[in-house]
Nanobody, 113 residues
């Protein structure tokens, strides 16, 4: 059993930065990831951090976003830099354990001037 708590998103100007966090309580996770979903679109992978500490990124965010873990084993961060209006979406944290996956409730990020 894993419970995920995402930080609050917010409104950011184009070119600005925002940091999201996701804290997982319960069992240790094997990997964690961030996804995003625009209205009317399917949920897409933003960034994934595997159990070895290696990161993978979606094409649209590579070079701008960074996924990391903080000192807590089951806390993952998403540093979002050089934000663009097309980054506007609901961002969801996802955790993987052996046999199951868990989703956060999502946090809204709006990039607009």
């Amino acid at each position: 059993q894993v419970q995920l708590v995402e930080s609050v998103g917010g409104l950011v100007q184009p070119g600005g930065s925002l940091r999201l966090s996701c804290a997982a309580s319960g069992r240790n996770t094997n990997a964690m990831a961030w996804y995003c979903q625009d209205p009317g679109s399917e949920r897409e992978l933003v960034a994934l951090l595997d159990n070895y500490g290696h990161a993978n990124y979606g094409d649209s965010v590579r070079g701008r976003f960074t996924i990391t873990r903080d000192s807590a084993r089951n806390t993952v961060l998403l540093q979002m830099n050089s934000l663009k209006p097309e980054d506007t979406a609901v961002y969801y944290c996802r955790a993987f354990t052996s046999g199951m996956t868990y989703w956060g409730k999502g946090t809204m990020v709006t990039v607009s001037s």
